[in-house]
Structures are given as structure tokens and as C-alpha cells.
């Protein structure tokens, strides 16, 4: 139920009677803790996202990510390094969240009142910035270095929004396809 809550909260900002008195009063401090810290804000996904999914992991009550290197293979973490071989070379790219089995999560943070981070919400240059997002998690997901495709690719703008694509069928759609 926190998962639902969440999700209607953090896309709409709207409050969910419903949802809301299904939730006990530990759950909706956490939520709404979450909430108050994160939404509307922007501008600088690099000094944020980590602190940002770290947070959500404590508002729905799961385990955060151990520190990168210390599982085999890091297959929960932050910054999943990706390889990528072209002729030329070797070079590595990372995933903002991934954990394997379950997702990848490209972040971006788009700005309400400026052209902060990746843009003004609801331009097209930030509509750009969102679709490259997708495209740049798409090719994460498709690379063959990974163990498996990961069911969810999801996009997030930290301080507005989430995207999700689910890739049970072995393909994620195009971006916006269902949403815009």
C-alpha cells in the first residue's frame, strides 16, 4: 500500500483519502517525511540522486543498496557500471539504480522555474532531456553485459516524477508512448 501511496502522491501531489487511511501512522511519517524533503525540487541530479533513492528506500521501508563492490557482480547498487565495446575501444557507463531482477532507473532533474539541471518542466528541451533518459537506460537494459533484462525501466525526474516500462515481453515501448 506505502508503494501506491507514494506513486499517486509523488506524480499528482495530490492527497488519496483512501490510500491514506490504509496506510498506519509509521508508514505515512515516512511517506510524507519523503514528501516534504524531495518534492519540487531541482536542479542537480549528479549531487542528488544517490541521496534521493536512498531516501525513497527508507520511505518504502526496504533495504538501501550495500556499498558498491562489496556483493559480487553488484547486483543491487548505485552507479552500475556498464560496458560497452565498439571497435575503438572499451568504455564504461553507469546506471544511476539497478538492481538486478527487479530494475534500472535513469535520473535526471528538470527545474519548475528555470532551465536548472535538465531543463524547464514541460518545454521541449526538458521533454528532449527525458527521452535521452529513456534512451540511455533502454541501451543499459539491451546491453549483453548484464545478467538479465531487467523487468522495469523506469526514468525518473527527482523532485517531479517517475516513468515506468515494463519489459516482460522483451521490449519497453518508446518513451511517452503511454504517458504523454
Known amino acids: 500500500m506505502i508503494v501506491s501511496y507514494l506513486a499517486v502522491r509523488y506524480i499528482s501531489q495530490t492527497p488519496h483519502e483512501y490510500v491514506h ?6 508508514d505515512r511519517q515516512r511517506v510524507d517525511d519523503f514528501l516534504t524533503k524531495w518534492l519540487g ?3 542537480n541530479e549528479r549531487a542528488n540522486y544517490q541521496t534521493f533513492f536512498g531516501d525513497l528506500c527508507v520511505a518504502l521501508d526496504v533495504p538501501a543498496p550495500p556499498p558498491k563492490g562489496s556483493e559480487a557482480g553488484d547486483r543491487y547498487c548505485f552507479d552500475k557500471n556498464i560496458k560497452f565495446f565498439s571497435e575503438k575501444a572499451e568504455t ?5 539504480f539497478y538492481k538486478e531482477s527487479h530494475f534500472l532507473i535513469e535520473a535526471k532533474q528538470g527545474s519548475t522555474n528555470s532551465s536548472k539541471g535538465h531543463g524547464k518542466r514541460g518545454t521541449k528541451g526538458y521533454r528532449d532531456e527525458m527521452q535521452k533518459a529513456f534512451n540511455q537506460a533502454k541501451s543499459y537494459a539491451y546491453n549483453r553485459m548484464l545478467p538479465s533484462l531487467p523487468p522495469f525501466l523506469i526514468t525518473c525526474d527527482i523532485g517531479s516524477h517517475f516513468e515506468v516500462w515494463e519489459g ?3 521490449e519497453y515501448g518508446s518513451y511517452g508512448q503511454w504517458c504523454r
Open 21 to 26: 487511511i490504509c496506510m498506519n501512522d509509521v
Open 41 to 43: 525540487s531541482e536542479g
Open 92 to 96: 564504461t557507463r553507469f546506471a544511476d
Open 168 to 170: 516482460f515481453s522483451g
